[in-house]
């Protein structure tokens, strides 16, 4: 794919923002304690940053932590999960907001969910930017969500393809390649 494929914005920087503001407000309506974000890596972390600070402006002062999560395996009901970084704090007695970037099969989710639990979170909930409920495969749903998402594949604001677009400041699909310069 050349750089200069072109993105067609599906949600805008002003559209994402005021989400964000949104879900902060309903998280600290829900007076959680002691709370604890957990940012699934890599595609929650623009996400989770935004959030993170929207809490703060509302008055909650999270802690903030990471789980370094990949999935592997070709069939889609054969994939496996393993964990390339985990969560250092303890979370027992906790309020876990797990953030995530899209939820899809569910499956990344719901074991990461699963492990703060058996370690004693005292809840663990989920706010996912995204939602594609038609691509679900475990049993799980989000507590916050940003949006519901077009059964596509999207990129940016801090989510890939192939390594690419994480930087983008909005949430778009790639509609094509530009055509190649001619050669001269
Ligand atoms: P699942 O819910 O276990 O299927 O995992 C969803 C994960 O797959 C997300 O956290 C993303 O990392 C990735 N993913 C799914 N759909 C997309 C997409 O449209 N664009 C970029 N990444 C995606
Ligand atoms: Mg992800």
Avoid at 26 to 36: D, N, V
Avoid at 43 to 64: C, K, Q, T
Avoid at 121 to 138: C, E, N, Q
């Amino acid at each position: 794919m050349s750089d200069d494929a072109e993105i067609r914005t599906l949600i805008d920087e002003e559209a994402i923002a005021a989400r964000v503001g949104e879900i902060a407000r309903e998280i600290a309506g829900s007076s959680p304690q002691r709370l604890l974000v957990v940012a699934v890596l890599k595609g929650s972390f623009m996400f989770a940053a935004d959030l993170v600070r929207a809490m703060h402006r509302v008055g909650l002062r999270p802690e903030m932590e990471f789980i370094h999560l990949s999935s592997y395996g070709s069939g889609t009901e054969s994939r496996e999960i393993r964990v390339l970084r985990d969560v250092e704090s303890d979370v027992a007695g906790r309020d876990v907001i797990l953030v995530d970037d899209i939820l899809e099969s569910g499956r990344t989710l719901a074991f990461a969910r699963d492990r703060l639990t058996e370690r004693g979170a005292g809840s663990v909930r989920i706010a996912a930017l995204l939602d594609k409920p038609m691509r679900r495969k475990s049993a799980i749903s989000a507590d916050y969500v940003g949006f519901d998402c077009p059964d596509k594949f999207v990129v940016g604001y801090g989510m890939d393809m192939g390594h690419k677009w994480r930087q983008l400041p909005y949430i778009g699909y790639v509609v094509q390649d530009a055509p190649e310069p001619a050669n001269v």
